[in-house]
């Protein structure tokens, strides 16, 4: 592997996904009848660490959980999926909770208490400062607060240790954050935010955008239509998708950027990062759930081969 097999570094939420089912939404002040329940691991950071621990790199994560049920449930999860969770701290109260209504005709309403997640401050940084040294790559994401997040990039600028930011939820962000950046990786509504119109443009443009406003490489996921890469140095290159039959596309951005880290660090070029990484978000939109639905990487490669042979 490349970089000694240095570990890749999630610093991010971990929640509950409390998921009930119903023929319709309700309006307000009613209460209606369920059709299912389901309990989900979430939480972007914990979903993009299971992503690439599932495709059998080395990871480490950051983050906190409450002192209760959910949290010991949620550490046990990571542990279980191979996350090195040594890292992530038990603070009193409620760990991270999304309470998630789903209609029948796919709508939903979604209720994110952020918990401990909200507590994941900069001295958790310093305190971890060994561990994100010894990474070759940090993922991050914005379901922490934004003043961790700008530590962490100027932490890892510092030490010189690539960092990848998801973007999302989107929000205002710092010039001196996104030029700490090594990839910028929104989703196009996130992408739309970020340049200030709700309209559509072509992937150039808004990757053109991005690049004017001091960051180096961008990473634009479209969903069906493929990623499109850009960077400052003049890279454009546009990766297809994969045509999948789509089950649940929760956590997909997810599943790519876990994927992405993971080929970074075995040493792939970008559009092969990219290829892989789109192969494995394919692969998680044909399976209920966000951590479940992660591919291993004998199921990305098997793909990837298939893809080939029938062009």
Request: glycine letters at 8%; proline letters at 5%; aromatic letters at 4%.
């Given at each position: ?12 939420s ?5 998921v ?25 950071g ?9 495709l059998?790199?080395?990871?480490a ?20 999926e191979?996350?090195?969770a ?20 796919g ?26 040294r ?16 700008e530590?962490?990039a ?6 010189g240790?690539?960092l ?8 205002t ?6 030029s ?17 119109h ?8 808004t ?26 140095d003049?890279l454009?290159?546009?990766v297809?998708s ?5 089950v ?10 876990g ?36 591919p291993?990487?004998?199921?990305v ?11």
């Amino acid at each position: 592997m490349a970089a000694g097999n240095k570990p890749i570094v999630v610093v991010g939420s971990i929640n509950i996904d409390l998921v009930s089912t119903t023929a319709r939404l309700p309006k307000e002040g009613e209460t209606i009848e369920g059709t299912g329940f389901q309990i989900h691991p979430g939480g972007k950071g914990a979903n993009q660490a299971v992503a690439a621990a599932r495709l059998g790199y080395p990871v480490a994560m950051i983050g906190r959980l409450g002192d209760d049920t959910f949290g010991n449930d949620l550490r046990a999860n990571l542990e279980r999926e191979g996350v090195d969770a040594s890292a992530v701290a038990t603070t009193p109260g409620s760990s991270g909770v999304a309470n998630i209504l789903v209609a029948a005709n796919g709508e939903n309403c979604i209720v994110i208490t952020a918990g401990a997640n909200a507590l994941v401050t900069t001295a958790d940084i310093d305190a971890n400062i060994d561990l994100i040294r010894s990474a070759g790559i940090v993922l991050t994401q914005l379901e922490i607060p934004i003043a961790t997040v700008e530590h962490l990039a100027e932490v890892c600028k510092r030490e010189g240790v690539p960092l990848v930011l998801d973007p999302a939820p989107a929000a205002t962000l710092s010039p001196a954050l996104l030029s700490s950046v090594e990839w910028f990786t929104p989703n196009e509504t996130e992408a739309a935010f970020f340049v200030e119109h709700n309209g559509t443009t072509e992937p150039n443009e808004t990757a053109q955008t991005l690049l004017n406003k001091n960051i180096r490489n961008v990473v634009l996921k479209m969903g069906p239509r493929g990623v499109f890469l850009a960077s400052t140095d003049g890279l454009r290159d546009q990766v297809p998708s994969f045509p999948v039959q789509a089950v649940d596309t929760t956590a997909a951005g997810d599943a790519f950027n876990g994927a992405f880290a993971t080929a970074m660090m075995l040493g792939k070029s970008a559009r092969d990062s990219a290829l892989f990484a789109a192969a494995a978000a394919a692969l998680s939109v044909t399976r209920a759930g966000a951590q479940p639905s992660m591919p291993s990487r004998s199921e990305v490669e098997e793909l990837l081969a298939r893809s080939t042979s029938s062009n």
